[in-house]
């Protein structure tokens, strides 16, 4: 038995080592002959979700089947439905890689929710409304005024909706129109039978015959044209509807989302939306190549490599300028600009060695002057976007809006040219150095009590043809901030100024009685206005008057009170007259030396000899 074992355990080895023998450890490359199998590529599956607004269901299920071909394993859902139901689906946190919404007012949602970055939302369509009847018209709609007709049935998205608020928009334009009775609103809305939820629900009832007519947009009929009719809305009564996307910050599929994004923002995701009827809002170059610029109107502008040849243009055009020129890039770039002169004052000729060799625009300058120039890119404040940039971008000339109106503007904008001059990292550095100077200031009087701070009067002194006025600000505006982040209170807060300049007459000044009255002046000399002032009896008699504490606004080349590059100049000073307490070592001459020296690289010299004999206003 035991040696029948021995065998059999020898028998194992001796197989064993026959088995080794045999098999090479690096098999020569001639010795086999059977065809090498590669291993098998998988793809782990993985799913988009993207929230799309019902207005988009057709063109966004194209678009994506068209990700998921170009993305094998990738499968995109959707869910659409209006606007607000999505926007609160993200505020409540429901998983979600992209959002896609038919109006800023939703995205802004989003991103106080801080599921969108703030300016990372892009506007990629906009869309238009139309009135939608049965296609047998059962109401014998023959034009908008119709609509008021007795017995009517409408049908309208709620007002909660987008596209509901647009509808009432256009009531409203329609009823101050001369061609409408003033109570066509009124009576519009005494036909409306029931208000949707979401925009296919208003097109579903209409094109079913269950109501006599609806507004929707201008894509909604097109998706169902075979069943209706319209009424086109003019342009002056319509509302154009601005589509913003954006990548959900959370996002599991960052790389995903970033890349759907992209493909809606594609010539080929345009011509895809433009099919269903949307205006493509991407403008620029019709190549993929190339980078995006996202200006502040939340438009896409697509470069196929850094504009050489820019052209700053409109009006306002000083304090965007300077902003521009805060890019070592600008002045090698801009070609022709028209006016950068707000009174005697003009900034740029002194930081731009180049300026005489530029084309000079008139301020009147239209589009086929400007287009003359052969521009890359033209630039301009968005105040100017119907009136000049419109026509601009008809002959296929890329624009780009800036506003720099606020803080938070400043941020956004900085941001905007760091992209055109492909320079992140000096954005990046002027962001923070604004972001810098406020906070320091902020800090500071964060501390006080409503008691602690000044009731304070900004007034902006005007007069033509020997009439004087007195303006103030509206509460959104710079100037408005400047008082506030400096410890002030403004006392004009509850005149309900408007969107500009508001007037205001001594007797509203008195009532105020102000302890602080800062006082600027564009066109006149702010020296002499205050002197005039200081003169004149009845402003004897306010309490600012008495206690010497109206304020000629400090002003350089320009004035410091503006939301231009010096408006942290102007943040301080400001600081410093409402609570010198607070702000003993500011020497804001040194500060002014410093700011134009880090931000326009102008040494002690040039300021010496070109800003300092410009200083006016309450100033050393």
């Known amino acids: 038995m035991r040696s029948k074992v021995l065998s059999i355990l020898m028998l194992i080895v001796l197989l064993a080592s026959a088995a080794c023998t045999h098999v090479p450890t690096t098999a020569p490359a001639a010795a086999s002959t059977e065809t090498p199998v590669p291993p098998t590529a998988t793809t782990e599956p993985r799913t988009l979700t993207v929230l799309a607004a019902a207005s988009l269901t057709e063109s966004f299920t194209e678009l994506g089947k068209m990700f998921e071909a170009q993305n094998p394993g990738v499968t995109v859902t959707f869910s659409f439905a209006g606007s607000q139901q999505l926007a609160e689906q993200i505020d409540q946190g429901i998983p979600a890689d992209v959002f896609a919404s038919a109006s800023k007012k939703y995205m802004d949602a989003a991103v106080a929710s801080k599921r969108v970055i703030k300016y990372d939302a892009k506007t990629f369509v906009t869309n238009r409304l ?34 509901g608020q647009y509808s009432l928009d256009f009531l409203d334009k329609a009823s101050q129109d001369p061609g409408f009775d003033p109570s066509f609103k009124d009576s519009v809305l005494k036909n409306v039978i029931s208000y949707e939820t979401d925009v296919k629900a208003v097109v579903a009832k209409v094109s079913l015959g269950e109501v006599d007519a609806g507004i929707v947009y201008v894509t909604d009929f097109n998706s169902a044209a075979d069943k209706l009719g319209k ?28 890349s759907f994004v992209n493909l809606v923002l594609s010539p080929e995701g345009q011509q895809v939306m433009a099919t269903y009827g949307f205006i493509p809002a991407v403008t620029g170059s019709a190549s993929s190549d190339g980078f995006m610029v996202t200006d502040a109107l939340g438009r896409a502008v697509r470069f196929e490599k850094a504009p050489e040849k820019i052209v700053l243009a409109g009006k306002a055009l000083f304090m965007v300028a300077d902003a521009i020129y805060l890019f070592p890039e600008a002045g090698k770039r801009i070609v022709a600009l028209g006016s950068t002169t707000q009174g005697s004052g003009n900034f740029i000729p002194m930081i731009d060695p180049t300026f005489d060799a530029k084309i000079t625009l008139d301020g009147s300058a239209g589009p086929e002057q400007i287009a003359a120039t052969q521009p890359d890119c033209v630039i301009m404040k968005s105040s100017n976007a119907n009136s000049l940039g419109k026509p601009l971008e008809a002959l296929n000339i890329p624009v780009v809006y800036l506003d720099f109106e606020t803080p938070e503007q400043y941020q956004r904008d900085l941001k905007t040219l760091g992209q055109l001059f ?134 350089d080349v320009y004035s410091w009170d503006q939301p231009d590059t010096r408006w942290t100049l102007g943040l301080a000073w400001v600081a410093s007259k409402l609570h010198p307490d607070l702000f003993p070592a500011l020497d804001i001459t040194r500060e002014a030396q410093a700011f134009y020296l880090e931000l326009y690289g102008m040494d002690e010299a040039a300021f010496q000899q070109n800003i300092l004999p410009t200083f006016k206003g309450d100033l050393p």
Do not use: R
């Open 231 to 258: 009424l086109d809305i003019p342009d002056a009564l319509n509302t154009v509807a601005t589509y913003p996307i954006a990548a959900i910050s959370d996002s599991q599929n960052a790389d995903l989302a970033k």
């Open 130 to 163: 139309v009135v939608i009847f049965p296609k047998d018209n059962p109401a014998d709609l023959q034009e908008l005024k119709d609509l008021a007709k007795a017995g009517l049935k409408l049908d309208l998205a709620d007002q909660s909706v987008p596209v």
């Open 422 to 555: 492909q320079n992140p990292e000096q954005a990046a550095k002027l962001a923070a150095y604004y972001q810098g100077k406020a906070d320091a200031i902020a800090k500071t009087t964060s501390t006080l009590t409503d008691d602690q701070k000044p009731n304070t009067l900004l007034l902006y002194y005007s007069e033509k043809d020997g009439a004087v006025a007195f303006n103030v600000p509206p509460m959104s505006w710079m100037q408005t901030q400047q008082i506030q982040m400096a410890g002030g209170h403004p006392v004009w807060e509850d005149a309900n100024p408007g969107n500009g300049w508001t007037k205001v007459n001594f007797e509203q000044i008195a009532a105020w009685n102000p302890d602080v009255i800062f006082v600027v002046a564009y066109s006149s000399p702010i020296n002499e206005v205050v002197a005039k002032l200081k003169a004149d009896p009845q402003w004897q008699g306010l309490k600012a008057m008495k206690d010497n504490k109206v304020y000629g606004f400090a002003t």
